[in-house]
């Protein structure tokens, strides 16, 4: 008796009856001599609005059923099942509140997969700055109580490489950050294999005298590519610092250019000890920490390189030499892939 109380349904009722009420008046106004028919019709009609009350209150309680299964939507359950509403207005609306179902699920799990990547991000960040950190106080510590000015000097230096590392880290994660929130802009132009090789060299060039190191080049004349050169400059250079920092003292740096119909490729390789083969499938996940150390950049400086040439309509792979030591083909397609 409760859709009786429901107001759109007695003003439906009361319009039907008020119909019906003046088609029998009619009906016995204009035949005087014909009341049984009047009488017939009369009830007919009548029996008319009992089937429309009947039907209507179904459909009001079908919809108060699928009300019912919202709010528990909204309240968390996720094993509603819908198929139970037939076809028609009501099936109609049951499967485009099961869309919104499934859309509201995906974007619960996904809101949720951040949540705990973000978590797991900053425990990655808080650990790849802390160790620095740490390292730099502990030199800084130990300063004012060294007396020889070749050991101040030794820890002034140190401490100065702990900074250039920290300082490293908070850019390498803003660039990330950057194209995590897709505001960074990559530029379309003409990219010079020989000039970003050239280019992404440049600031190793003293270190890799200082520790006896070459850089044997190969590059095709004219290769090149569409691109940003900046973005471009930044994952060639992320590369070639994994690959110094494994080749160790003396260590040959191999860099190779080429470009054909369908690519331009860009090979660089080391001759250090190469790369663990645990390792290997999870070298440019973001602060992967594999059982072999690959130096400062591991984690980071990677993942940042395959954003970038991903971004650029590249990809990049990670192998080992069979002289030893690791071996990174990076292409760039002309065509989307």
């Known amino acids: 008796m409760r859709y009786l109380r429901n107001s759109e349904l007695w003003r ?33 009609g009548l029996l008319v609005i009992l089937f429309w009350l009947f039907f209507t209150v179904r459909r009001y309680r079908r919809l108060e059923h699928l009300a019912a299964d919202a709010d528990r939507l909204l309240h968390g359950e996720r094993s509603l099942d819908l198929s139970q509403y037939q076809e028609g207005e009501l099936a109609i609306l049951a499967n485009e509140l099961q869309k919104l179902i499934s859309r509201l699920q995906d974007q619960s799990d996904r809101l949720q997969k951040e949540k705990v990547y973000l978590s797991d991000s900053l425990a990655d960040i808080s650990h790849q700055l802390r160790t ?10 130990r300063l004012p109580g060294e007396a020889g000015e070749e050991e101040r000097r030794r820890l002034v230096y140190e401490a100065g490489q702990l900074q250039q590392r920290i300082s490293w880290l908070v850019e390498v994660l803003l660039k990330i950050a950057r194209i995590d929130a897709g505001t960074a802009s990559f530029g379309k132009e003409r990219v ?52 110094l920092e494994h080749a160790g003292e003396g260590g040959v740096l191999r860099i190779r250019a080429l470009e054909n119909s369908l690519y331009t490729e860009f090979i660089v390789e080391d001759d250090g000890p190469g790369i663990s083969p645990e390792d290997l499938p999870h070298l440019f996940e973001r602060f992967y920490r594999g059982k072999q150390p690959f130096g400062s950049g591991v984690g ?37 892939i």
Not at 18 to 42: D, H, M, R
Not at 132 to 141: E, F, G, Y
Not at 210 to 234: C, K, V, Y
Not at 303 to 330: D, H, S, W, Y
């Open 12 to 44: 439906q009722l009361l319009v039907s009856l008020l119909f019906w009420v003046s088609a029998v008046l009619a009906a016995l106004f204009c035949f005087p001599g014909q009341t049984g028919c009047a009488v017939f019709l009369g009830a007919l």
């Open 132 to 141: 620095p950190l740490t390292s730099l106080n502990l030199l800084l510590a």
């Open 192 to 243: 010079d294999a020989a000039q970003l090789v050239r280019t992404a060299l440049e600031p190793f060039c003293i270190p890799m005298e200082i520790r006896g190191q070459r850089a044997e080049l190969q590059i095709q004349e004219n290769a090149g590519f569409s691109g940003d050169p900046e973005w471009s400059t930044e994952a060639l250079g992320n590369i070639i610092k994994n690959c």
């Open 300 to 336: 980071i400086g990677l993942a940042l390189a395959r954003m970038i040439i991903n971004a650029q309509n590249g990809t990049v792979k990670a192998e080992n030499r069979t002289e030893g030591g690791a071996r990174f083909i990076l292409r760039f397609y002309k065509g989307i």
